[in-house]
């Protein structure tokens, strides 16, 4: 079953507004992490943000915001005053621990940024 | 944060061959992640590396087609066996960086494989 999901294959965003790209997880887990990459047309995995499910406040970093809903199971990103350079893939991934006590990040599908001048 | 690099960058091989990527990480870390993310497609872990102990494969991935070894704390390498065009994608490794209360993981550059 899928862990994470990433409903918005692609969205579109006018330079300077905000968007939201939503996801949602699913986990029987007390203890787990949520976190948010970008990924350029390079290829690269650009870490953005992590949320901690014991964690009561949202996390941010910079014009990076993640809305954290524990009760609906959702960790939506926000970006805000979207730049050019914020075209991009977004990848939400959740890390829970394992059976023998490691740990693994699971990702969601991703959704396709295109920031429109 | 640990920087990561990865050798080589990108590469073409041929079907039937193997190819070792490296990964270097400039500090000492506990737990070592390889990827793979296949053309279009999202990640998917292939296999946790920890210093000193066999690296545990998930569900799909096999130690005879995708060895991996760890031998000290900051490297760490993963080859692709008997290659075919299906194993053709980018393959990441990746280290968590625990500097409390932040909690992050990184991603190498990635090598880009191309099998014919």
């Known amino acids: 079953a899928q862990k994470i999901t990433q409903t918005q294959p692609g969205m579109f965003v006018q330079e300077k507004e905000a968007v939201t790209l939503d996801c949602t997880y699913d986990?029987?887990?007390?203890?787990?992490?949520l976190f948010w990459y970008k990924q350029p047309s390079s290829g690269e995995m650009i870490f953005l943000i992590y949320?901690?499910?014991?964690?009561?406040q949202n996390a941010t970093e910079g014009r990076y915001s993640l809305n954290f809903q524990k009760a609906r199971k959702s960790a939506n990103l926000v970006i805000s005053a979207s730049q050019l350079g914020d075209s991009a893939m977004y990848f939400c991934?959740?890390?829970?621990?394992?059976?023998?006590?490691?740990?693994?990040?699971?990702f969601g599908a991703g959704t396709t940024v295109t920031v429109r001048a | 944060s640990a920087v990561i690099s990865q050798k080589p960058s990108r590469d073409i091989c041929q079907r039937g061959t193997s190819l070792t990527i490296q990964c270097q990480v400039d500090?000492?870390?506990?737990?070592m992640f390889w990827y793979r993310q296949q053309p279009g497609q999202s990640l998917t872990l292939i296999a946790t590396?920890?210093?000193?102990?066999?690296?545990?494969?998930e569900s799909g991935f096999v130690i005879d087609k995708f060895p991996i070894s760890r031998p000290n704390l900051t490297f760490s390498t993963l080859t692709v066996s008997n290659m075919s065009p299906e194993d053709s994608s980018i393959y990441l490794c990746?280290?968590?960086?625990?500097?409390?209360?932040?909690?992050?993981?990184?991603f190498g550059p990635g090598t880009r494989l191309l099998v014919l």
């Open positions: 990746s280290v968590e960086d625990l500097d409390p209360p932040r909690v992050t993981q990184y």
């Open positions: 986990t029987s887990d007390q203890s787990y992490g």
């Open positions: 949320q901690g499910s014991y964690d009561e």
């Open positions: 991934a959740m890390r829970e621990f394992t059976d023998n006590n490691d740990y693994k990040l699971s």
């Open positions: 500090s000492q870390v506990t737990m």
């Open positions: 590396a920890n210093q000193g102990s066999e690296a545990t494969y």
